[in-house]
């Protein structure tokens, strides 16, 4: 299994400018979560997914949409990129079955590092 | 809003030596989890306590979870190089178990 992947590595964008970055999981996880982690703070929750065609909003979505068709793919949206959004954004997924692995236990992406300017 | 509060934020040791990092949180949790990151990598999951549980090893692992004092403590005995990294605590932050709050990390350098 590849795991969580995120695409792409490192992005530089211009303010007003918009992406998208893609996280994929190959591990049939329900739950799906996107993160960002600024220096000196810990990963806050963007947006979140516990099944595909379900998504809600974490502590700080706003500038961000997310979207979730399939299983295996969320993708998160920056629709007008700002400086305040320069961060790395890492995808976390985890399986809600049963099993020796603890429901709560989250994998995590390599992150996506995104500059803002 | 952060849950979770580490301390220290930074902490040097020689290897061989023992690390203790402590956790400290506000509300009511069903568990806590231990993360660690390497620098430019993503979160690993090291170890999950349960509200129910006190002491929870794992390898060279020791949890501790005192729900009256709402802290936890991680231990990680004999240390090595490898060990160095950035430590996070994690608890929950809604009865649905997935969702977490992520403190700001004890940066660990362990030196050779």
């Known amino acids: 299994n590849a795991g969580v992947t995120q695409t792409p590595k490192f992005q530089v964008l211009k303010t007003g400018q918009s992406m998208t970055l893609q996280c994929a999981q190959d591990?049939?996880?329900?739950?799906m979560s996107w993160y960002r982690q600024d220096p000196g703070m810990g990963l806050r929750l963007i947006h979140y997914s516990v099944g595909a065609g379900i998504t809600d909003q974490g502590e700080v979505p706003n500038g961000y949409n997310v979207s979730r068709s399939t299983t295996e793919d969320f993708p998160l949206r920056l629709l007008s990129a700002a400086p305040s959004q320069t961060s790395v954004y890492f995808c976390?997924?985890?399986?809600?079955?049963?099993?020796?692995?603890?429901?709560?236990?989250?994998?995590f992406g390599p992150g996506t590092r995104l500059l803002v300017l | 809003s952060q849950q979770g509060e580490e301390d220290p934020q930074a902490l040097s040791i020689q290897e061989g030596e023992n690390a203790t990092m402590n956790c400290s949180y506000k509300?009511?949790?069903?568990?806590l989890q231990w993360y660690r990151q390497n620098s430019g990598r993503g979160l690993v999951h090291l170890i999950l306590i349960r509200s129910n549980e006190r002491e929870k090893h794992s390898g060279r692992l020791r949890v501790t979870l005192d729900t009256s004092k709402k802290s936890s403590s991680l231990l990680i005995t004999a240390s090595r190089a490898a060990d160095t990294a950035s430590y996070f605590c994690?608890?929950?932050?809604?009865?649905?178990?997935?969702?977490?709050?992520f403190g700001p990390g004890t940066r660990l350098s362990v030196l050779p």
């Open positions: 509300t009511s949790i069903n568990n």
């Open positions: 591990m049939n996880h329900e739950y």
């Open positions: 994690a608890t929950d932050a809604d009865n649905y178990g997935q969702n977490f709050v």
């Open positions: 976390a997924s985890s399986y809600s079955g049963t099993g020796d692995v603890p429901k709560e236990t989250q994998y």
